[in-house]
């Protein structure tokens, strides 16, 4: 349980939490995109016209990809500091339970002295 208490101290939930709502914005505007996206339509007539249509299509798809690569950069950065986060908590863990054993063998000799005295 105090692994759990650790690592929840551990974790820069301020960065976490300050950094949700703009994450959270930037899905949103990316899932509304997609899903209000139509086929291109071609105004006018002749192979001109379809061609505009597709050359718009393919810049809102553009723009699209920049924001869910901007998206998927914030995410990986929040990723990286929950990484950092739990290797920290490794290591202390590492020197607690190495903290433990010492104070546990300092126990067992000061048993051992007070049974043989």
Same mark, same amino acid.
């Given at each position: 349980?105090?692994?759990?208490?650790? /690592?929840?101290?551990?974790?820069?939930?301020? =960065? $976490?939490? *300050? #950094?949700?709502?703009? &994450?959270?914005?930037? %899905?949103?505007?990316?899932?509304?995109?997609?899903?209000?996206?139509?086929?291109?339509?071609?105004?006018?007539?002749?192979?001109?016209?379809?061609?505009?249509?597709?050359? /718009?299509?393919?810049?809102?798809?553009?723009? =699209? $990809?920049? *924001? #869910?690569?901007?998206? &998927?950069?914030?995410? %990986?950065?929040?990723?990286?500091?929950?990484?950092?986060?739990?290797?920290?908590?490794?290591?202390?863990?590492?020197?607690?339970?190495?903290?433990?054993?010492?104070?546990? /063998?300092?126990?067992?000799?000061?048993?051992?002295?007070?049974?043989?005295?």
């Amino acid at each position: 349980m105090a692994n759990w208490i650790t /690592a929840f101290r551990v974790i820069p939930w301020a =960065e $976490l939490i *300050a #950094a949700a709502p703009t &994450v959270v914005k930037g %899905a949103q505007k990316l899932w509304a995109a997609v899903k209000k996206q139509d086929a291109p339509r071609a105004t006018g007539h002749g192979p001109e016209a379809g061609q505009r249509a597709l050359e /718009a299509q393919i810049e809102e798809l553009r723009k =699209e $990809l920049t *924001a #869910a690569s901007e998206l &998927v950069t914030r995410l %990986a950065e929040q990723n990286g500091r929950l990484i950092e986060a739990v290797d920290v908590l490794r290591v202390r863990t590492r020197l607690l339970l190495v903290v433990f054993f010492i104070m546990a /063998a300092a126990v067992v000799g000061l048993a051992i002295l007070a049974v043989v005295r």
